[in-house]
């Protein structure tokens, strides 16, 4: 009977043996097929992750950020202890137990799976397998994917520490609302850093993995707070929050962003413009989109704030003027459904969805909204952002639109979408809504730094939320008369001189398209007249006798040296800015004429430094020889060697700024520009006014204007670069001084000065005084010959109406049939050029 018992026995624990032995043997093969080819664990250990690239400015604040996935990187060590207690007490209590997966956790869940018979299924996911399935695997739930992230999740807890491993999972879990990674989380949910979140916000953040679209704080609230008091629970039975905390932190109110208990981060955030635009677009070229987006570059930009936002306005005042001067409505093109004008929650919320502009500051901010009601003497709206106010009613007045020739019933219709902003009174009180729109007409604008290239301020249009296209740096346009003074660079520096007599005169030029006679815009011709008056009137014909006579391959390498082109070619009407370009290469073009003829290569960043803090790129390269010298005299600071390249013979420079600053003291520009330092400029009118600039420059900063059509059109009678742009020029520059001063051009040496006659170009005696005087620069060793002239071949007829001594070409105010008043030039036949136009 015991022999019985005993094989009995000893039968059941062979088979028990050879049972386990089978069940070994089946793990271990099904380990071995599955831990092939696996992906490699061992990478995670120099893992970086994808962050946010983020654009500073000059004080250190944060002005834009760039990225696909919303994330911010925090070391573990950084990473506060009761955050990490959270998440490990909502997904993975044993965590710093078990080697990579939990095993009862695993039974416990196949087991709930066999009970409701599949109805239910949970993952049983440690934190360390749930980091290879982030990383290493797709997130299906197919029994294949376990098995390889259990073997995955063993081998990397052999090869990276705990902290390391909660380090990734904590940077790289998506908790919703675009953000990944704990850190990115609590600034969108609380506009928080990890070290200012209490319990229970920690908590909140820990509940948003197992489904974050599930957990909305708005939508499913009620289902979020019970997931956050869970996890409390979780974490007090952990032994992680004593009772008191506990019960603290369990009757504390469900609060975030997204319900209006905090503001968020993105309104501390200035609304993106066309200046971080154009550096995103710059640097994605420079280092490629993947490192832009995701490399967590820190980003210093050369911007100045307020200059930014002065450009921003003094452009946007001249285009407005300019449309509103038009006496058309064109509005924002969208109209809301009837059917939601009679309820405010209905029309608020159709208007919300509108795509109108939203970042447009003038005179006050312009707010959208919707046309509710229109009557014979006022109209009515709806105003986002705004509650009605019986002091501020929500109605515009007919004689708002006294600009417009029809009435509130011919031009608009109910539920039509606009943009208002508030008119007040000389004490700052409240009077009316006052309509507004964005105009057709657009423009840029930049100013940089005349020494080092660096973008002051930038402005591409009048509104980015309404056009993100950068007209200042990606409009290809003809500069026009703007273009003129590389013509005399070259003239300078081929051994002409600002006396030169050029002849100004009927021209005839045979091309492929015929027989081409360009004009001066007034039709009339000044004779026999030095280079400084040509430039200063901007006379065209003067300019291609010029171009002609030094030859236009000269004046192509001069527009090719200073960067207004690439590849310019040399036909005489380019003499004239035929050829397009950008309103950034003209104004970095300009900047070497101010600062004595040294290269500058213009840039929107000063710095760029690696998500480790490495400096990856510099502008600016000069060097310090005694930055580190204690024994510096008081008096002399430290020197700084400079290794830019000669574009241009420094004297040169300096007679072409003299020459240019004529043209705003007693030129075309000097109706316009009127500032308490010395500038220098040019403008640039094109054919039928289709395109008009202003460029002119200070002894430390450049700045430059173009206003037109995106498609290119006349912009209509009395429209001049001195009259649209030089406004703009002058309102932004009368603020830049203020900040950055200015002062006179400095004189090169290798020079002296001789008094002569801008109207003869004859020498006069040292003591000579008059508005007709002017001091030239000449070079030392060169004696100037006076009374050499360029006819460009053709005779002067006897016939030639000719200005008469001091006559200038300057346009005139005018009040115009709306009672504004506006400014023109003489009047100009078919044919004929705009001041500083083409032909």
Known sequence: MLR???????????????????????????????GQDLPSHESLANYTPPTISRIYSGEGRVIDEFARERRLFTPAEDIPVMVKQAFISAEDKNFYQHGGYDARGIAAAVVEAVQTRGETVRGASTITQQVMKN?????????????????????????????KILELYLNEIFLGQNSYGVTAAAQTYFNKSLRELAPHEAAFLASMPKAPSDYHPVRNRDRLLQRRNFVLREMHENGYLDAATYEAEVAQPLRSVQNGDFSPYSAELPPRDYFTDEIRRQLSQEFGEGEFFSGGLSVRATIDPELQLEAAIALRRQLEAYDRARGRWTGTGITLPQEVLADEQSWRAALAGAEVARDIVLDGTWYPAVVLEIADQQMRLGIEGVAPDENAPHVVPRADIAWLPGNFFDTFEPGEVVHVRKMTNDAGEFTRWS??????????????????????????GFSYQHSVFN????????????????????????????????????????????????????????????????????????????????????VADYAERFGVYDNMGQFLANSLGSEETTLYNMVAAYAMFANGGERVRPTLVDRVQDRYGKTVFKHDPR????????????????????????????????????????VVDRGTASGAINLPVPVAGKTGTTNDARDVWFVGFTSNIAAGCYIGHDQPRGLGRGAYGSSLCGPVFQEFMAEAIKTYGGGPFEVPPGGHFLKIDRFTGARLPDDAEGDYVVAEYFRDGEEPIFGYSVSGGFAMGNDLELFARGETEQVREVTTSTGR?????????FGSMSSGGLY
């Open 4 to 34: 019985a018992i005993g094989t009995f026995f000893g039968t059941i624990f062979s088979l028990m043996t050879l049972g386990l032995m089978m069940v070994a043997l089946s793990v271990g093969a099904v380990l071995h097929i599955y």
């Open 435 to 460: 309509l507004r729109q964005v105009p057709e007409v657009q423009g840029g604008f930049v100013a940089m730094d005349v020494d080092t290239g660096r973008v002051l301020a930038m402005q591409g």
């Open 821 to 829: 008043k506006a400014q023109v030039g003489g009047k100009a036949s």
């Open 623 to 662: 060097i310090c020889t005694d930055c580190d010298t204690r024994a510096i005299p008081e008096a002399r600071g430290p020197r700084i060697v400079s290794d830019r390249e000669r574009v241009m013979d420094a004297v040169t420079a300096y007679q072409l700024t003299s020459m240019m600053k004529g």
């Open 471 to 554: 007209r200042a740096t990606q409009a290809l346009r003809q500069p026009g008369s703007s273009f003129k003074p590389f013509v005399y660079a070259a003239a300078l520096d081929s051994g002409y001189s600002p006396a030169t007599i050029v002849i100004d005169a009927p021209i005839e030029i045979d091309t492929p398209q015929g027989l081409w006679r360009p004009r001066n815009s007034s039709n009339k011709f000044y004779g026999p007249t030095p280079l400084r008056t040509g430039i200063e009137q901007s006379r065209n014909l003067m300019t291609i006798r010029l171009a002609q006579e030094v030859g236009m391959d000269v």
């Open 135 to 163: 990383f290493l695997l797709s997130g299906d739930r197919r029994i294949e994917r376990k098995i390889k992230e259990i073997i995955l999740a063993t081998r990397i807890e052999e090869t990276l520490s705990k902290e």
